[in-house]
């Protein structure tokens, strides 16, 4: 990779990521996910749209004894996620390819668990982005609709799905839901008390039957707004962000 590359902490070090210095950088919401997923130890993890892997390796090391899988598009991300993968010892296989033309190894195999935090914005409803490697991350050019199928085709019986995303795009992914996938669970993200959510995480569950539940939203910020140096989150956000604690939405 010919840009300039940074290695970050996340989980107050116990993640070590390599990035690129411009274009897409990590932030809280793949450590969010992270967090969101009940995955247990032993079981099968594939991310669709890996990035350089921040999602995969902080659940992996919550968690422990995970096998992921990633796909990842841009070679440069990939390349970056397998080093990753070694920098923190950990079981990911990294395959380059367009979600939605998988290879047979990927399309052979199906998941415990299949986690995205896929881009964001619709790119008819706005402007791309000028780095290229950002652009891909953050704008939707693969439809929304894509993406949640070939998580319900990827994901065992029973076994679960989880993206995070904008909350605006919740009409979006519900109507998007391959049928397979049912008792859906939305969890909102508030960034202060007195405003509106501004992230959501949905998980489903392959052959799920229970109702829809819509979750009390979880308090990103303390206090209504921003009023001292530094960060301000809410000591249980501190705890997922720092320590690795589990997010907290019920199994």
């Known amino acids: 990779m010919s840009q300039k590359i940074s290695q970050n902490e996340y989980l107050g070090g116990k993640v070590q990521i390599r990035q690129p210095v411009t274009g897409y950088r990590a932030g809280v919401d793949p450590v969010l996910l992270a967090a969101s997923v009940p995955a247990r130890p032993g ?5 669709l749209g890996l990035g350089v892997g921040t999602a995969a390796l902080c659940l992996t ?7 992921l899988t990633g796909v990842e598009i841009q070679p440069e991300y990939a390349a970056l996620a397998r080093e990753n993968a070694t920098l923190n010892a950990a079981d990911l296989t990294v395959v380059e390819a367009d979600l939605t033309a998988l290879p047979d190894t990927v399309k052979n195999m199906r998941f415990d668990h299949v986690i995205a935090n896929p881009p964001y914005f619709d790119r008819d409803a ?7 490697g950002r652009e891909t991350a953050m704008g939707e050019a693969t439809p929304l609709a894509d993406w949640l199928d070939v998580a319900a085709r990827r ?3 029973k076994g679960y799905v989880s ?3 904008r909350a605006e795009r919740v009409q979006d992914l519900l109507v998007s839901l391959p049928k397979v996938l049912g008792s859906v669970q939305i969890q909102p993200l508030q960034p202060r008390l007195g405003r509106d959510a501004h992230l959501v995480i949905l998980r489903a569950r392959h052959s799920g039957k229970a109702p829809l539940r819509f979750h009390a939203p979880i308090l ?3 206090g209504a707004q921003h009023g001292q140096d530094g960060e301000d989150y809410t000591p249980h956000i ?11 939405m019920p199994d």
């Not at 079981?43 to 991310?47: M, N, P, R």
């Open 61 to 67: 090391a919550r968690v422990g004894n995970l096998a």
């Open 238 to 248: 501190k705890d997922v962000l720092r320590q690795g604690a589990a997010l907290g």
């Open 163 to 165: 993206f995070i995303h």
């Open 220 to 222: 990103m910020h303390a």
């Open 43 to 47: 079981q099968a993890v594939l991310e």
């Open 126 to 132: 706005g402007h791309a982005a000028q780095n290229k």
């Open 155 to 157: 994901v065992k019986p």
